[in-house]
């Protein structure tokens, strides 16, 4: 069970990976600011979480596979960009979401273990799932993708609270994270599908 | 008096949740980004602090209420555009001067306790100062404010530095602190009523 | 010879907080904004390798010399401009490349005595050697140079190769450091004499 959730979130690595290295493309890097950016986008939530928590060493430090992984993922982006242009959109969207639930329950957990409380570690959970994609896009100059498109940190936070609820139950661990990552990953799709948004919140520039 | 310390500090993470929030609107955020900006914003700066000196668990871990104000302060800034249009301008400077000499002096006294030369002790006051709104620039794709605004760190350095002077004299406590948040807030008051600036530096793009 | 490594820290130091009040100027920010950019370009990539490490108290904070030299760096900058109209950008290049080599170098070094593996001690250095300039350009709201220019973060990874792999000779310490930053110059140099680059990853934006 435990080898099942490692080979899911490095699942998750190669394909927030995967986003990385196609950003990179769209701002014509050369091939170390696809892997820099690849890397970042894969393993930035995860070490954002871990400084802040204080949690050393951090997880790609303390295994050199998660890097492996995600320089892979960069390096067979750009071949297959090259080889066939076309990009399965939806597929990438699809993988994303599932990284994206993965990161979110391991993020809360470690929070958990740190004996942080309720709230902090939600928090930890959507610093977890969406902190590689804000510096991604940070790093690339746009404003995060997140704070502007449909539905894509509430599905985190969804995803976390039930997982803080389900512990509370008598439930067996694995059932926990199965099922809060299930709701991160309903959640997405849904927005995906009906394209569902957040209300923005506009104001005109007055300087 | 204790009190009031922290009285004071959760009136600056509100003031400055505001300021996050108030950007995010001018970026079109959704309710999401706000909520982020607005958390960044307000207590970033102390992150940042706490990070770089290995200060664990930050404040806003190790008591939850700081996240709440920051949200409260967001959500309040959204209903209060969409009821009253006008924002109070003068005001929400008026208030951010105040946040920001209440984050310096405390930003200088943890650096004290983590037995900081005094060098150093200002920087972490700066940083605590204004850390929040460079994040807060950055994720929104701006030059920082602060580095070609009127005299804004110029204050918290002052006011820094008056706490290292005075905590050399037979002072009690309190009234080092409260005269060095005086020192910074009426700088920050007289640059904003005179448009008090440093001089810039021009150097032509040659790329 | 500890003395002349040491020397050669406070060299990569000014010489990168000067790359970084030149892009300060660029963007006309004020006197303060100069001083804060220059020591981020300058010691930024250190405290981003000891903050994600755990390693504390990080280097400027032990001893005041490092930000100092930044400082004076950045206001000397400032003078040199101001007088002396033009800036000689190959002396600047060269100066550059000989503080990327210290930096890699000791970046390296530094992963090496916390136990790190081989891959992420190279990691380590390269962040050392670029992190600084990548800071720079995200808070002057630029996307990275290195990610786009000639051959630079390529240079960092052979020579934190060659020093990982000189170490496993019975060499004297100081011939392996001098080596592996001889190997970052040579790469550099090369790079910016005959304008080599990495090969770009083109996409096109689809939004």
């Known amino acids: 069970m435990e080898k099942l959730f490692y080979l899911s979130d490095l699942f998750g690595v190669a394909v927030f990976a995967i986003t ?17 950016i690849a890397i970042i986008t894969a393993l930035g939530g995860g070490t954002l979480r871990d400084v802040i928590l204080g949690n050393h060493p951090v997880s790609w430090i303390r295994d050199d596979t998660y890097i492996l992984v995600a320089s892979l993922a960069a390096v067979g982006t750009v071949l297959w960009v090259r080889l066939t242009r076309p990009i399965n959109e939806t ?63 509430i599905a985190c936070i969804a995803g976390s609270l039930v997982f803080l609820a389900l512990r509370e139950l008598a439930l067996p661990d694995w059932l926990v994270s199965a099922a809060a990552m299930l709701v991160v990953l309903l959640i997405r799709l849904a927005a995906i599908h009906w394209r569902l948004s957040l209300p923005r919140f506009h104001l005109l520039d007055r300087d």
């Open 20 to 36: 990385g290295a196609l950003m990179a493309g769209r701002k014509s890097m050369d091939l170390f600011g696809v892997l820099v």
């Open 91 to 153: 597929g990438l969207l699809l993988a994303d979401a599932f990284g994206l639930a993965v990161f979110t329950v391991y993020g809360t957990e470690v929070a958990l273990q740190h004996n942080l409380q309720p709230g902090t570690a939600v928090i930890m959970g959507v610093i977890t799932g969406v902190g590689g994609g804000v510096l991604r896009d940070i790093i690339c100059n746009e404003v995060p993708l997140i704070f502007q498109k449909e539905i894509y940190a």
